[in-house]
């Protein structure tokens, strides 16, 4: 009797640290499951917050492929693919292209860079010469060619969805109720952590002033070229690296909205 009877109590001390720890496991599994949860919630959150004020979003695919878990602190790879269009109409109204209008004094761009007569060399009653007096005529044909070519990009650009695709690293703590805290965003570039701020787009002002800069930049390439007597072909500019025509075109390349990071 006593031997079944110490039978029965190991079974049943048997069975329950077999369902301790099959509980145990479990509550590990769903804290997991959680945890992923709220670090792509966090991430998405991040990406529409921080790019909903100049692009529509479409598209959004972003899930934690990798969880490292120490102690009380993770690490989480996200990687994220989003299809951006700029919210713009038309590039007369993209930021960059208004600051740009500013530094030449100009009202319309299209007034500069399709004169009523359609050639570019016939500029002694331009819109750009007019505004700007100063600047020589073969300055501002120049000038006006390499502008041509910039606002044709970015006309490319209005109402065509690029995909935006960045590999995430949230980093933070883990709560006592297995959520998470205290998450640090970063992008990996390469094996690089970089503070995911940096990807933030730049505000309308300092997309204008990005214009006025560039302008005067253009501006100054176009003069050092003329100086120089070389072919007024835009390919070539030291100020305005003119990429060759491509079928496959990348909105991404074109100072309009995204800080560069490369």
């Known amino acids: 009797m006593v031997k079944r009877y110490l039978i029965l109590v190991l079974a ?8 301790a720890g099959y509980l145990s496991a479990s509550h590990l599994s769903s804290n997991e499951d959680l945890m992923k949860g709220e670090i792509a919630a966090h991430v998405r959150d991040w990406v529409l917050g921080q790019y909903s004020e100049h692009y529509h979003l479409s598209d959004y695919s972003g899930d934690v492929v990798e969880l490292e878990v120490v102690s009380n602190e993770f690490r989480a790879l996200v990687p994220v693919v989003v299809y951006t269009t700029l919210k713009y109409d038309s590039a007369e109204s993209v930021p960059y292209v208004q600051g740009i209008k500013s530094a030449l004094n100009i009202s319309s761009m299209e007034d500069v860079i399709r004169p009523p007569s359609g050639d570019l060399s016939q500029l002694s009653d331009s819109a750009l010469l007019k505004a700007n007096p100063y600047l020589d005529p073969e300055v501002a044909e120049i000038l006006t060619v390499m502008l041509s070519e910039l606002y ?23 709560e006592s109720s ?7 965003l970063f992008v990996d570039d390469m094996n690089r952590l970089i503070n995911a701020d940096l990807y933030v787009p730049k505000s309308k002002d300092a997309l204008r002033a990005d214009g006025e ?3 005067f930049r253009f501006a100054k390439g176009a003069t050092e070229r003329a100086a120089q007597q070389t072919s007024q072909s835009t390919n070539g500019y030291d100020d305005y690296n003119r990429r060759p025509r491509r079928t496959s075109f990348y909105c991404s390349d074109l100072p309009l909205v995204t800080t560069p990071i490369r």
């Open 213 to 215: 800069a560039d302008e």
């Open 12 to 19: 049943i001390a048997m069975l329950m640290t077999f369902s």
């Open 178 to 184: 297995g959520r998470v805290d205290s998450v640090s």
């Open 152 to 174: 044709s990009d970015i006309e490319e650009c209005i109402g065509a969805a690029t995909g935006l695709s960045l590999d995430f690293v949230a980093i933070g703590k883990i």
